[in-house]
């Protein structure tokens, strides 16, 4: 598993979340890569994100957590990645 977080150079809103998904991912002692992307590189992300940023957002499963969120957020989102509730 892997994730990425979308946002933008010089945004504190991004430092903020990139701190948050930090402390969460070293207090569960989860090995999980997360790549940090500035949308700026590309248009189609400037697009989708621009208004959005920070965003953290899972490769494999396309589900997406937008700003604002919190340590709780983060826990419950990697939660949903780790043991995905089954179908109906």
Do not use: K, N
């Amino acid at each position: 598993m892997r994730l990425v977080l979308f946002g933008t150079s010089g945004c504190h809103l991004c430092e903020q979340a990139a701190a948050i998904i930090e402390a969460c991912l070293a207090d569960g002692c989860q090995r999980i890569p997360v790549e940090s992307i500035d949308i700026a590189e590309q248009e189609p992300w400037q697009e989708r994100y621009a208004l959005r940023i920070p965003v953290l957002y899972h490769p494999e499963s396309a589900t997406e957590l937008a700003w604002p969120f919190d340590e709780i957020a983060v826990r419950q989102f990697l939660s949903s990645l780790i043991s995905p509730s089954p179908s109906p």
